[in-house]
Structures are given as structure tokens and as C-alpha cells.
Nanobody
Framework: QVQLVESGGGLVQAGGSLRLSCAAS????????MGWFRQAPGKEREFVARISWSRGSSTYYAELVKGRFTISRDNAKNTVSLQMNDLKPEDTAVYYC????????????????WGQGTQVTVSS
């Protein structure tokens, strides 16, 4: 079992930045690929970014956030972060971190463990 707790959401103006964090507990954190997903009202949950297991040497991003968001992990602290810069109103959503044993994917259904989500609101 892996428990995930997100933090760092909030209200920010367009063009601003936020840093989301996800604290993990329960299993060997480095064995899990980590992903960030988001869900806006009335929309399906969508992939945002993911980072490979172990040292996190591979990262992947949705086209909509590429160049603006950066995912990273700190295995010593059992955390994964999402640095979000140049935020846009369309980034408004509940952001979730998720864990999948060993290899990550772009599909939310492949992830077994989820946090409760943190709200990000970007005003225009």
C-alpha cells in the first residue's frame, strides 16, 4: 500500500507560478513511477506529467504543459514535485499525484495509488 498526500495548490494570477508536492509513504518510494494528473470541472482526468522510477532520469509531459511545468522527485524525502510556471486559466483543475509500480504510463487507469487532490485555480 502507498499513501499519497498532495499539497501546494491555491489561487494564482495568470502568468504566476505554483509548486505542488506529493508526499508518499508505505512502500519503497523509488520502486514507483510517479505521475501528475488533473481534472477540471466537467472534464475527464488528464495526464500532466510523469517521472520514471528509481532515480527519475526520464520525464514526460503533456503537450499543453511542456516547457512550463517540471516534474522532479526526491527519493530521500519520498516526495515528487510539480513546478508550474506561466500558469494559464485553462490550467485550473484539481491536481492529483499517482503511483504505479515500476513503470509509468500516460493512462490514469494504470495507476493504483492516488492522492486526494489539490485545487489549483488560475485567474485571468
Amino acid at each position: 500500500q502507498v499513501q499519497l498526500v498532495e499539497s501546494g495548490g491555491g489561487l494564482v494570477q495568470a502568468g504566476g507560478s505554483l509548486r505542488l508536492s506529493c508526499a508518499a509513504s508505505g512502500r519503497t518510494f523509488s520502486d514507483y513511477a510517479m505521475g501528475w494528473f488533473r481534472q477540471a470541472p466537467g472534464k475527464e482526468r488528464e495526464f500532466v506529467a510523469r517521472i520514471s522510477w528509481s532515480r527519475g532520469s526520464s520525464t514526460y509531459y503533456a503537450e499543453l504543459v511542456k516547457g512550463r511545468f517540471t516534474i522532479s522527485r526526491d527519493n530521500a524525502k519520498n516526495t515528487v514535485s510539480l513546478q508550474m510556471n506561466d500558469l494559464k486559466p485553462e490550467d485550473t483543475a484539481v491536481y492529483y499525484c499517482a503511483a504505479r509500480y515500476f513503470s509509468g504510463t500516460y493512462n490514469s487507469e494504470d495507476y493504483k495509488y492516488w492522492g486526494q487532490g489539490t485545487q489549483v485555480t488560475v485567474s485571468s
